[in-house]
């Protein structure tokens, strides 16, 4: 089980260990607070039925990989997979067209409830995305809705007259709103002889979350997928649900490079009526003890992401993936993101998800290799709030760049004509395992190209080698799993007198952890604070061999993360 070339800091991590790995908190909620989410992106997870593309079976076949209860597997407590219901395949999943069934390409129903019954066995908690601000244009309630202004369902999205129209008789669109990706965000339908409204694609049409039926039809979902046994919910592009019920045109602001950023958005997202729906769709959600929310916060800052968290229910904003590779900025952006959410809020931490550029490749430094991917996992895994992990994110994997013939994601492909956009593919190439064809991924050619690091970066090769950032990973997250300073603790940043070096403690009822992390080429030696317990600081986790010495000064090498404990 734990490998024989295990070293002194290994030692020394092991005897941190508990006897026995921690289980989720006794309160059901504060599970939520200490665990680490993993997110798979199925389709790049790993593929068993020969298509190229990931499926269920091939998440359930590395449920041991991410928990099997031993500090040789990742240790993660809860798996967050994206969209895996029937869809268009117009954004990747994001466009649904059936939320209570699974999309053949990745399974039926029972390898869902096998999925989710062997995830339980080992303690990981199944969350789901659910895509509740627009459906598919071809969902049957869209297509009902477009039929005619009459039917059952003609007010189940954003329909709107045209606001005039032009000398040539074409239709003025109701307002100024544009599409995040790209181009108008009202589409002419000419059945209806209205517009109608997608903050995304025109293949995304966005539902009318201020008609009851919907209201009750999405609440409806909600509750079937519960029955069903998963354990919380990711709402996609959260705060956009609800638009002002006027449509008032945004007001225009200077700078941006995309149309998109060029308004205020005041009207098409953060309304009101948010939080009451919100307070409905808990209430649903509480009927069955521990069950969590997460609502993707889009565009949006870190107050108005603290100002939506409500017990249970947790915020992404990207707040840390906007920050450059440096000491102060990490600093400066805790010390906002504390403040707005305050000792009692419970903020989430998030270096890299399916749409942004992967953080290994942001922070890429050649010449250091992974030295600063290692540094970024000690924050990720000890700042206060939940962790999101990424798939590969623990190998350190790249981003992958996509030639124009092979790209995927819809809004790069049009981006050529309407917008600048990153190919977010780039951030989506399948999970290298091993050995053996396409890295173990697949037998077919993946739907994305693999990294072209594959055959030395991969699972099987990072877990032999004691130095990987995956074996550093390992050690990080069960050493979390084992100090409640570390997960649950408070947040104290401790200034540590030098600029290239960001420091906080962290402290939980009897105990505490000091987190040091050197963002610089240069060794620094500096100076620790008193620890609470008066007993001096004893390093039980760094990114360097062999461990630092005690005592209150550290001689910090060039790109080394240390946690001290003073017990
Ligand atoms: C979210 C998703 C993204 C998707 C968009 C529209 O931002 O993370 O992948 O394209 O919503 O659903």
Redesign the pocket.
């Known amino acids: 089980m734990i490998s024989s070339q295990m070293g002194d800091r290994d030692q020394a991590i092991m005897d941190a260990l508990p006897e026995a790995p921690v289980t989720p908190a006794a309160d059901a909620l504060e599970g939520w607070r200490s665990g680490v989410v993993y997110q798979v992106y199925p389709r790049s997870f790993s593929d068993t039925d020969g298509d190229g593309v990931g499926d269920l079976a091939g998440i359930l076949d590395h449920l041991d990989y991410l928990n099997d209860g031993s500090p040789d597997s990742l240790g993660i407590d809860a798996i967050w997979l994206s969209p895996i219901y029937p869809s268009a395949g117009f954004?990747?999943g994001?466009d649904v067209s059936d939320y209570s069934a699974i999309d053949r390409i990745f399974g039926t129903l029972s390898d869902f409830e096998r999925l989710v019954a062997e995830a339980h066995r080992r303690g990981i908690r199944v969350i789901l995305d659910l895509?509740l601000?627009?459906t598919s244009h071809l969902h049957p309630w869209f297509v009902e809705s477009r039929a005619s202004r009459t039917g059952l369902r003609s007010d189940w999205y954003i329909w709107r007259d045209p606001a005039g129209y032009s000398p040539a008789g074409r239709p003025r669109r109701p307002n100024n709103w544009v599409s995040f990706f790209g181009g108008p965000a009202w589409t002419w339908d000419a059945t209806r002889e209205q517009f109608y409204l997608h903050t995304?694609l025109p293949q995304?049409p966005d539902l009318n979350w201020r008609n009851p039926a919907v209201r009750a039809a999405v609440l409806e979902i909600i509750r079937t997928w519960l029955d069903r046994g998963v354990d919380g919910f990711r709402f996609?592009?959260f705060n956009a649900f609800f638009k002002h019920a006027d449509l008032p045109s945004n007001p225009y602001r200077l700078g941006g490079r995309r149309a998109y950023s060029r308004q205020v958005h005041l009207y098409d997202k953060n309304q009101p009526e948010l939080v009451e729906l919100l307070a409905e769709i808990r209430q649903i959600v509480d009927e069955l003890p521990g069950r969590m929310t997460v609502g993707?916060l889009?565009e949006g800052s870190v107050r108005q992401a603290a100002a939506y968290t409500a017990p249970g229910h947790l915020i992404f904003d990207f707040s840390l993936i906007r920050q450059p590779w440096s000491a102060r900025a990490f600093a400066r952006a805790i010390a906002e993101r504390e403040a707005a959410f305050g000792p009692g809020g419970w903020p989430t931490i998030v270096l890299s998800?399916?749409?942004q550029s992967r953080s290994a490749s942001r922070y890429d430094d050649g010449p250091h290799g992974d030295a600063r991917v290692k540094v970024a996992a000690t924050l990720l895994l000890t700042l206060r709030g939940t962790p999101f992990l990424y798939y590969g994110e623990e190998i350190g994997l790249r981003d992958v760049a996509v030639p124009w013939a092979e790209i995927q994601d819809p809004?790069a492909r049009r981006s050529r004509f309407l917008s600048s956009w990153w190919n977010?593919d780039q951030a989506r190439a399948p999970m290298p395992w091993g050995l053996g064809p396409n890295a173990g991924f697949s037998t077919a050619r993946p739907w994305l190209r693999m990294s072209p690091e594959s055959a030395t970066r991969n699972v099987a090769s990072q877990t032999a080698d004691p130095r990987s950032v995956l074996s550093y990973y390992r050690r990080l997250i069960w050493l979390r799993r084992s100090r409640s300073a570390l997960s649950v603790g408070s947040y104290e940043a401790v200034g540590i007198g030098d600029a290239s070096v960001f420091a906080y403690l962290r402290r939980a009822a009897d105990q505490a952890a000091l987190v040091v992390l050197g963002f610089g080429r240069r060794a620094v030696t500096v100076a620790l604070p008193e620890s609470p317990s008066g007993r001096p600081w004893r390093a039980i986790l760094s990114t360097h061999d062999p461990l630092p010495p005690a005592g209150d000064r550290l001689e910090l090498r060039p790109l080394e993360a240390v946690i001290f404990v003073d017990d």
């Open positions: 954004d990747s994001y895509v601000n627009h995304f995304q996609d592009v993707e889009f998800n399916h749409d809004a977010r």
